[in-house]
């Protein structure tokens, strides 16, 4: 699965810190794979504030591209359903936040579900257009 720099750092959050000795080397392998080169390190400058909140050098050039390309991972079944389960587990309990929705997406949602996602927002945005509404005055009420 490709996943870009927060992607990479959303998900490390997102396994579990217990768990039985082989799920444990499961995860110890998956949380290598998402971690940074040298290379990688050295190109995004990281740095993390007092607050936790780490940051990185953004594209400049591209703001919606990082300055590395995505990295292509292989979590494996029981990881990948690690994360499907967690991210699963905040939805049901309402806590999954904006940085977890291109996650959600990727691990959650098959390709159809997806699909009809966006046409059912693209379909509702039409509608509020249709009606005169404007969204950006319908989001500050």
Known sequence: MKLKVFERLIVNSLLP??????????IR???EELS????ENKILKFNQNEDGQVTWTPNLENPD?????????????????MIVDKLKE????????VVHESLYEKFVLSEDQLGE???LIK???A????EGIDKKKKKGK
Not at 68 to 80: C, L, M, N, S, Y
Request: hydrophobic fraction near 25%.
């Open 127 to 130: 509608q509020m257009e249709a």
């Open 36 to 39: 940074f080169s040298d290379k």
């Open 123 to 125: 379909d509702k945005d």
């Open 65 to 81: 591209e990082d300055l590395i390309p995505e990295k292509d991972i292989d979590f494996g079944d029981t990881v990948t359903q």
């Open 117 to 119: 996602l966006k046409k």
């Open 90 to 97: 905040m939805n049901d309990k309402e806590e999954l936040e």
């Open 29 to 31: 392998k998956a949380s």
């Open 17 to 26: 810190d217990k768990g039985s000795y082989v799920n444990r080397k499961l």
